[in-house]
Nanobody, 121 residues
């Protein structure tokens, strides 16, 4: 089994910064892409940013220039540095990892439990 544990959420004022972390552990042969998604109340879960094992990144238009995703392949950890936060960034942020548990088997999606980010004065 694979576990994803997130940390770093909290309450921050508009214009402030937060850094989210997500560590993957358990039975892991390799991790393909890792990413962050978010879900605000009454809205669907949306992609925030993803990063491949080679370091290629994608971002939602709404966070480009403000958020930076990075990963440590040795620690199986992905990070999300969030700067210039806005009230509309308020949501539960979920970590995702696409994992190959055993060599030669198919890739599978795993999710963290979510961490709340609230941007408010």
């Amino acid at each position: 089994q694979v576990q994803l544990v997130e940390s770093g959420g909290g309450l921050v004022q508009p214009g402030g910064s937060l850094r989210l972390s997500c560590a993957a552990s358990g039975k892991i042969f390799s991790i393909n892409a890792m990413g962050w998604y978010r879900q605000a109340p009454g809205k669907q879960r949306e992609l925030v940013a993803t990063i491949t094992s080679g370091g290629s990144t994608t971002y939602a238009d709404s966070v480009k220039g403000r958020f930076t995703i990075s990963r440590d392949n040795v620690k199986n950890t992905v990070y999300l540095q969030m700067n210039s936060l806005k009230p509309e960034d308020t949501a539960v942020y979920y970590c995702n990892a696409v994992v190959r548990v055993v060599a030669g088997t198919r890739l599978r999606d795993y999710w963290g439990q979510g961490t709340q980010v609230t941007v408010s004065s």
